[in-house]
């Protein structure tokens, strides 16, 4: 049988909107077709402000997705401005306690848990271990709290971006026959994600990218200055004819309009190509700048 094939995560998102109902028709089912034809490109629906979210592996994925509406599907679109997909980790272990509690009329709920919270190793996503032993928490009760974490890591505790690459270990706990349940010990591990994850030193990652670019010869010091302003890291240079090729990291952040920077540089002449690479630490005034930005977007959504 072929392995099925894996795509990965986009790591770009714009907000699109049709200009009215008649264009709004035409949107929904040019998205149809464009996502059978490229399976690394999404499109979801964002609950809160209800726009519709396009989501890719560049700039220029969108650019062209959005060329294909416009052009071949002549659909009448504005476009909101390109969004990172930051992600957000911790970076100490915290051991801690929850435990919920709710009396009302006849029975109530209960559930109690003590948990570790950890860093993980990069690229492990979220995992969950039960070291529960000798029924302080009867077996049935446990997948439940796994899922309470689970379903709450789209929402990290510093801008709200999903977490990534932490451990959270249930050592033991506490239940009542009567008051527990799937749905308290669910609550409990909600509450205890929210009550914890601030205490385990969170921080900010952006997306770096990998670059290949090449340059005329005479443009090599431009180019390298310029990515250096991009907090691009240079991992290697190799002559090619006519000019050279510079291999690079940088944050996807950094490098909006890029394309256009570099043919102004290089009199048109340059050219690159970019893929994902993997998430980093981002330095604190990105990470604050990010952090500010997540905070205002929710207190305009309150309004």
Do not use: W
Request: proline letters at 7%.
């Amino acid at each position: 049988t072929l392995e099925p094939m894996v795509f990965p995560d986009p790591v770009i998102s714009i907000a699109v909107a049709p200009k009215d109902k008649a264009n709004a028709e035409k949107l929904a089912n040019a998205i149809g077709k464009m996502i059978q034809e490229d399976p690394s490109f999404r499109v979801e629906t964002d609950d809160e402000t209800n726009e519709m979210i396009l989501k890719g592996m560049g700039e220029l994925h969108l650019d062209i997705k959005i060329d294909i509406l416009k052009r071949t599907h002549k659909v009448e679109v504005s476009v909101g401005a390109p969004q990172v997909a930051y992600r957000e980790t911790i970076t100490k272990p915290v051991n801690d306690s929850y435990t919920h509690k709710k009396q009302s009329g006849g029975s109530g709920q209960f559930a109690k848990i003590d948990y570790t919270i950890e860093p993980g190793e990069p690229g492990t996503g979220f995992i969950f271990e039960s070291k529960v032993v000798g029924g302080s928490i009867p077996k049935e009760f446990i997948p439940a709290v796994e899922k309470g974490f689970k379903t709450s890591v789209h929402k990290g505790p510093l801008a709200g971006y999903p977490c990534l690459d932490f451990k959270v270990t249930l050592n033991e706990g506490g239940f009542h026959a009567v008051d527990s349940s799937n749905i308290a010990f669910e609550i409990a591990a909600k509450a205890a994600y929210r009550q914890t994850m601030p205490k385990a030193a969170p921080q900010v990652l952006e997306p770096m990218m990998k670059l290949d670019v090449f340059t005329p010869e005479e443009k090599v010091g431009d180019v390298i200055g310029d990515l250096n302003r991009r907090r691009g890291m240079i991992q290697g240079q190799e002559p090619t004819p006519g000019g050279v090729r510079i291999k690079a990291e940088a944050p996807l952040s950094a490098m909006f309009g890029y394309i256009g920077d570099l043919r102004t540089m290089t009199s048109g002449r340059g050219q690159f190509s970019m893929e994902f690479s993997h998430y980093a630490p981002c330095p604190k005034n990105v990470s604050d700048d990010v952090i500010a930005k997540a905070k205002a977007r929710e207190e305009a959504l309150k309004k």
